[in-house]
């Protein structure tokens, strides 16, 4: 990965929790942690299919 899909992966991570935070009241703890998990494999999976597929 490149430093600017790094940065972009960062960014999404911490936008994510902005967003969950801000909706803590709406979103019970207790599933938190794996609805991050699957977020943050759907990120991982979108940039590996990127480096593969991407231009070059």
Known sequence: ???NQILALISSVLV???VLRGRAGAIPREGL???IAIW???FAAVGL??????PN
């Open 1 to 3: 990965m490149t430093e």
């Open 33 to 35: 942690l794996p609805k």
């Open 40 to 42: 943050l494999a759907i």
């Open 49 to 54: 299919a990127y480096k593969f597929f991407g």
């Open 16 to 18: 994510l929790i902005l």
